[in-house]
């Protein structure tokens, strides 16, 4: 029986010995690489937190203490130390473990944040909270892969410098990176307090010999205090944060449980805010992951436990994107490509290459992203800034007030739109094309396959006067479905028989139309399919047909609420059409991490569930209902 079998919560930790714990770090790690090999999942920051985690435990009592985790895939260690390590096995899969904190697994997660630079503020609140009801509690915020680089995150330190008697440690996991190296002045910053001395062994010293002089020795200290900051300074710019007026202690290696133990112990007697400044390396204990110069094995693919070596993998959307922007950026000097710190995972890793002069990773900043974006484009430059669907969610303000409001041509392209699947409720892109429908002048493209995203990207790159966006789905794209015809400039995929049904299917939901006219062919049922291309504005040739059809039929990878179904509906509406439309899309709920075609059948976007349904409703609109085979 291992040492972590034994760990059924994190006191059980404190009655182990240095050797023992030294050996738990061992078993922590080899389950991580095992797991995750299989599962897939994030690996390198976990395997960086294992010392780490281990001494928050020893020296905090969660779940009575919270601890906050930012960005949450840190957590892995975390979970197993709490009561979890045997059901690790199921990490990322169906009714599985959750890759991120989870309040439905365990007491001790309480915020379950996926996306970076929150956890300061969630930090911020709970320790002014048991403050207000006298509850002797410590909150402990970990913040690092690069979540300092958002501002978020110092919008929260400036208000938790003034919060004195706040019972907050937080945790700065400094391992110089997010997916890739971090970048910025803060960046630089941290460097240096890595790499430079500490002032406090220079300080001690000198404190020790002149207190030892009799009558002035005092006095002389007390003047060499009053220039304590210009030598910390000088020596280790720590004052970064203490200018803020937060306590710093560090920096410390994070890799040293023993150290950091101590370093945390000190923090949790001050009684106030304090930073614990830890120094880890991103894929710790795990040398394939150490080498692995891309991301430090951030989230791997399948892998061989003991070479490294990825399993094959096939092309993806994100592949053709970035082949795309590549061609973009020989054909036109003034595209520009910017990241929030994903430039491997948006795919803009190639543009880098070619063209670095003309790539900008802002760190995880995707309001700052937005609005740089804007600038670009008052500058006379085309910007496509590259971004998860679901983090877009974070810039909206920016989207519709520094983009839309100044018709700055900017290009958003949204990678992993839809449902996504393994990370969960908070990696869903499902969100943004509701979200753009109220945004004056933008338009919004959703290619099908991979010609259509280049002739739409292109397309979007040509808009000078407002923002466009494009946006496509995790995985690997279908074959390209051909057009039969046009109708305005959306594309015509089937035409067959006579005008029953009009099915729009939308971006990646194009192929999952097509199976629903061979399915209500079949029965004989009259079917033309649909392309919209772009979404929004829409076409008014749309309108047009549906006009002519008994009813219309709307497929979408977003939610069903304020998405494309509703925006055509109310420009039916508007149009005085009075067509019946059925609108598929994603229940308005936040999903369970599942593989994406699993959370497509569960909420019925496959073509045997959305063609059974549209023969009812065809059923329920004629007097004599049309055939139903069970089969289909």
């Known amino acids: 029986m291992g040492l972590l079998e034994r760990i059924a919560a994190p006191q059980d930790l404190r009655d182990l010995s240095d050797d023992q714990l030294e050996l738990?770090?061992?078993?922590?790690?080899?389950?991580?690489?095992?797991?995750?090999?299989?599962?897939?999942?994030?690996l390198g920051p976990n395997l960086g937190v294992v010392e780490l985690t281990l001494a928050m435990h020893r020296v905090f009592d969660s779940p009575s203490d919270k601890i906050v985790f930012d960005t949450g895939h840190q957590s892995y260690v975390h979970k197993l130390v709490t009561g979890r390590a045997g059901d690790f096995g199921t990490l990322r899969r169906e009714g599985g473990m959750s890759g991120y904190p989870s309040q439905s697994e365990s007491d001790h997660d309480l915020?379950?944040?996926?996306?970076?630079?929150?956890?300061?503020?969630?930090?911020?609140?709970?320790?002014?909270?048991?403050?207000?009801?006298?509850?002797?509690?410590?909150?402990?915020?970990?913040?690092?892969?690069?979540?300092?680089?958002?501002?978020?995150?110092?919008?929260?330190?400036?208000?938790?410098?003034?919060?004195?008697?706040?019972?907050?440690?937080?945790?700065?996991?400094?391992?110089?990176?997010?997916?890739?190296?971090?970048?910025?002045?803060?960046a630089t910053a941290l460097t240096s307090l890595r790499t430079n001395p500490r002032y406090e062994l220079l300080l001690d010293m000198v404190k020790r010999r002149l207190n030892a002089v009799p009558g002035i020795g005092a006095m002389a200290y007390d003047a060499l205090h009053a220039v304590k900051k210009g030598l910390k300074d000088a020596v280790a710019p720590q004052g970064l944060f203490e200018d803020l007026g937060l306590k710093y202690v560090g920096p410390v290696d994070g890799h040293d449980r023993h150290a950091v133990e101590q370093a945390l112990t000190s923090a949790k007697k001050f009684g106030g805010p304090v930073i614990v400044h830890a120094i880890t390396r991103k894929g710790y204990g795990y040398d394939p992951a150490e080498r692995h110069e891309a991301d430090q094995f951030h989230s791997p693919g399948p892998f061989d436990v003991q070479t490294g070596a990825e399993k094959p993998k096939g092309r993806i959307w994100t592949d053709h994107f970035s082949d795309a922007m590549v061609r973009l950026g020989e054909s036109r000097q003034d595209i520009v490509a910017i990241t929030a710190a994903m430039m491997h995972p948006v795919g803009l890793d190639a543009f880098q290459a070619r063209f670095p002069e003309r790539t900008f990773d802002v760190g995880i900043a995707e309001q700052h992203a937005?609005?740089?974006?804007?600038?670009?484009?008052?500058?006379?430059?085309?910007?496509?800034?590259?971004?998860?669907?679901?983090?877009?969610?974070?810039?909206?303000?920016?989207?519709?007030?520094?983009?839309?409001?100044?018709?700055?041509?900017?290009?958003?392209?949204?990678?992993?739109?839809?449902?996504?699947?393994?990370?969960?409720?908070?990696?869903?892109?499902?969100?943004?094309?509701?979200?753009?429908?109220?945004?004056?002048?933008?338009?919004?493209?959703?290619?099908?396959?991979?010609?259509?995203?280049?002739?739409?990207?292109?397309?979007?790159?040509?808009?000078?006067?407002?923002?466009?966006?494009?946006?496509?789905?995790?995985?690997?794209?279908?074959?390209?479905?051909p057009t039969v015809g046009k109708l305005g400039g959306a594309d015509v995929l089937v035409r067959n028989g006579t005008k029953d049904v009009l099915v729009l299917g939308v971006g990646s939901m194009a192929e999952v139309a097509v199976g629903v006219a061979e399915r209500l062919t079949a029965q004989g049922i009259g079917v033309t399919v649909v392309d919209p291309r772009w979404v929004k504005p829409i076409d008014p040739a749309l309108v047009e047909a549906a006009a002519d059809h008994g009813l219309v039929v709307t497929i979408e990878d977003n939610g069903v609420t304020g998405g494309v179904g509703a925006s055509?509906?109310?420009?039916?509406?508007?149009?005085?059409?009075?067509?019946?439309?059925?609108?598929?899309?994603?229940?308005?709920?936040?999903?369970?991490?599942?593989?994406?075609?699993?959370i497509l059948e569960a909420i019925g976007l496959t073509p045997q569930s959305i063609a059974l349904d549209t023969i009812e409703r065809l059923g329920a609109l004629t007097p004599a209902p049309l055939p139903r085979d069970v089969s289909l």
Not at 27 to 42: K, P, Q, S, W, Y
Not at 428 to 448: I, K
Not at 572 to 597: C, M, N, S, W, Y
Request: with cysteine.
């Open 370 to 481: 937005a609005t740089s974006a804007a600038g670009l484009a008052m500058g006379g430059l085309h910007p496509v800034f590259a971004v998860y669907a679901t983090f877009l969610n974070r810039a909206f303000d920016q989207v519709l007030m520094d983009c839309a409001l100044h018709r700055a041509g900017v290009t958003f392209v949204l990678d992993r739109s839809g449902v996504t699947g393994d990370d969960g409720a908070s990696h869903n892109g499902m969100w943004d094309m509701s979200l753009l429908q109220v945004v004056p002048g933008l338009r919004l493209a959703a290619p099908r396959d991979i010609a259509r995203l280049n002739e739409l990207l292109d397309e979007a790159v040509e808009v000078d006067d407002a923002p466009t966006v494009v946006r496509f789905p995790k995985g690997p794209p279908p074959e390209d479905i």
């Open 568 to 598: 055509f509906l109310q420009a039916l509406t508007a149009a005085d059409v009075r067509t019946p439309v059925r609108i598929h899309g994603i229940p308005q709920e936040f999903l369970d991490h599942a593989k994406r075609p699993k």
């Open 111 to 186: 915020v379950e944040n996926s996306h970076a630079s929150t956890a300061l503020s969630y930090a911020d609140g709970l320790a002014k909270a048991f403050t207000i009801r006298g509850e002797d509690r410590h909150v402990v915020a970990v913040i690092g892969d690069g979540a300092l680089t958002g501002g978020m995150a110092w919008e929260a330190l400036n208000n938790i410098a003034i919060q004195h008697d706040s019972k907050l440690v937080i945790v700065v996991n400094d391992n110089g990176r997010s997916y890739t190296p971090t970048i910025g002045g803060l």
């Open 24 to 42: 738990l770090a061992s078993e922590i790690r080899d389950l991580m690489i095992r797991t995750v090999a299989t599962n897939t999942g994030h």
